[in-house]
Structure formats: structure tokens, C-alpha cells
């Protein structure tokens, strides 16, 4: 199974503060049947602010540390990017999700509809697709709910970990998910991540709401743990081990 968002690599971010904390991460992850681990440490001006070089190396020491424990996981390189007025300039030297042109992008709280478009057009023309990380906590991105939400899928979520299965063939594609912008975002050509945790509850019950009914358009191309800790893995992932 692929995980395209996690906080593993340590000392970083909010993720685990050093490499032992890691280290559990991975077990615990591999435990629950993942393969293969995008690094997706975030990338917030003032904030967060390691360079590329030293995300590599941390990837590079941990892939070791793992390797070493023999825990059956690779990692591949990525960024959880903030959408505001620093990502052009971040993005003339771009960490990708793998080695693909995706970048994996979050929109802050508060943030300008018309400000959305704009930094993603900017990014789409660059080259890159936008893949939208949790769109399901993003207000902006909230979707009409004039359709009612799918019961148990956990499974095919789980299938669609696997990467062999497109999860949007088991939807109804539609045109409009009753959200303009998002609707918007679509056309222009942005994937969508949904958070494993949205679907069991873990952000609170609105969240969950919007991920099933993202879900039910066939929003999503992707999952991701965004796990920060090892305490938080059996209430994001159990669910989908008890399907
Ligand atoms: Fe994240």
C-alpha cells in the first residue's frame, strides 16, 4: 500500500522529534500493510523551513535506520507545500512526490478563493499538477450536500491503497461536486488526497462528512495517512484494518 502524505522524517516539523520516534512510526505503518512512504514534512515560510538538501539527507539516514530494523518500507522524497505568496519562489526548486511532477500542496485557513486559483494556475503553468492535500478540512472546498454519503467503503479505500485500483471507478463521476472553486480545481487538472484519519472520525464529525461525500463524486485519486505520531496510528488506520 502507498501512503502519499506523511510527517515521518524527524526533527523537521510537527512530525516525531528524533529518529527513535521514527523509527516506531515505520513499524507501525509497515504493521498495517504500507510499502511504500511519501515524506511529505511541510513547508511554511517562518515556520517549517528545512531546505530540500536536508530533507534527502534525513530521508537518505532514516531509510538506513529502517533498512537496518528491517521493516519492509521504502521511502520516497515529497513536500506538504503551503499555498500562499512564497510557493512560486519554492517552487523553482521543487521537492516532487516521487519521481513524479506532483506537488502536494495544502490551503491554509482563511485563504482567498480567488487566491486558490490564482497560485494554481501559477503552479499548473510551471508544469507540475497540484495534488490538493485533505481537501475534506479545507472550508473553501466544502462540498454541496445534496448527495447523500456511501457506508462502508473502507475496503475499497484500503484497495485503492494498493494503487492497482482507481477508488473513482467505484463512483459516480459528476460534473459539479455543488462546490464552484473545487469544481474549478478539477478542470484545471489538480488531484485530490484524502486523509485515511477523515473517514473514521479522527477530525471531528463535519470532516468526516465531507471526506464521504468527496468520496461519493469521485473526488479522490489518493490517500494518506498524515500521521504526526505513533499514538495516532490505530485510531487513523484500525478502521481499515477492521474492514
Ligand atoms: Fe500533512
Known sequence: MIDWHCHILPGLDDGPRNIEQSLVMAGLLADYGFTEIHCTPHLIRDCFEASNSEVRQVIRELQQRICDNNIPLTLLSGREYYLDEYL??????????????????????????????????????????PVIAHPERCRLLEPGAERTATRGFFNTIKNALTGGHDDRQEQELTDSTGNPLLDYLRKLGCSFQGNLGSFGGFYGNQVKTNAEILRSKGVYDRYGSDLHAAEHADRILQPFKDS
Not at 523553482?92 to 513524479?100: H, I, M, R
Not at 478563493?113 to 499548473?124: A, G, H, I, M, S
Open 88 to 129: 512560486p519562489a519554492y517552487l523553482e526548486d521543487p521537492l516532487p512526490l516521487g519521481d513524479s511532477r506532483q506537488i502536494l500542496v495544502e490551503i491554509p485557513p482563511r485563504t482567498a478563493d480567488e487566491t486558490v486559483r490564482l497560485l494554481l494556475q501559477n503552479v499548473v503553468r510551471s508544469g507540475f499538477t
